[in-house]
Every structure is written in C-alpha cells, then in structure tokens.
C-alpha cells in the first residue's frame, strides 16, 4: 500500500484544515487507517484512527477538535481539524495496518505503512 498525504498549510490558531491520505495498491477498507503527527524534538505521536470495524479512536488532546473520516469509493481518509492551536504544529503522517489488523491502534509501531507526511503550521 502506498500513501499519500496532502492537505497541509499556514493557518491562525481557531482555524481549520483538511488532510487526506490517498492510497494506491490495495483497498483500505480492509485496514485501520491512523493519523499520527511529530514536533521538532518530539515523539511521533497519535491523533485518530479509523479501524476497520468502522469505529473510530482519538488522542484526548484532539477530541472534540478533529474528526477522521473514511471515503472507500476514493480509497481516501481524511483529517478534519477545526479550532487548530499552536500547539497542534507538527507533521502530520498517515499510516496503514495489515488488513483485519487487531491491537490498540494508539502506537506507530503498530502500523505497517506510512506516507510522506505533511506539515501543519498553526500561527498564534
């Protein structure tokens, strides 16, 4: 599976954005699909994931803020972010598991595909 993340921009704090992760090579509808994002100096951290079974999971400082949604005719999940903040500013990577994969779907380690990364920049 290849992805490919896009969406990413300069934006004021309390503003929005939209990020989408094409994939090519196989369908995601089989596969939980995660956004992940990464600081300067930081970890590569857990934002959302939207599992196979059709559910979805959160990092709690995002909760309320984004939503993770899944188009299985354009083979594309997108990040919606709304009332960004400063310290929503990373790079912002999406990321695929095996198909029918188990696990919590909060750690990098569990997922077996990665895109690119896009940057998010949100000004104060």
């Known amino acids: 599976v290849q992805l490919q993340a896009s969406g990413g921009g300069l934006v004021q704090a309390g503003g929005s954005l939209r990020l989408a992760c094409a994939a090519s090579?196989?369908?995601?509808?089989?596969?939980?699909m995660g956004w992940f994002r990464q600081a300067p100096g930081k970890e590569r951290g857990f934002v959302a994931a939207?599992?196979?079974?059709?559910?979805?999971g959160y990092a709690d400082s995002v909760k309320g803020r984004f939503t993770i949604s899944r188009d299985n005719a354009k083979n594309t999940v997108y990040l919606q972010m709304n009332s960004l903040k400063p310290e929503d500013t990373a790079v912002y990577y999406c990321?695929?598991?095996?198909?029918?994969?188990?696990?919590?779907?909060?750690?990098?380690?569990?997922?077996?595909?990665w895109g690119q990364g896009t940057q998010v920049t949100v000004s104060s």
């Open positions: 990321a695929a598991k095996y198909s029918y994969s188990g696990g919590t779907d909060y750690y990098a380690t569990e997922y077996n595909y």
């Open positions: 090579g196989d369908t995601i509808s089989s596969r939980t």
């Open positions: 939207f599992r196979w079974t059709g559910t979805t």
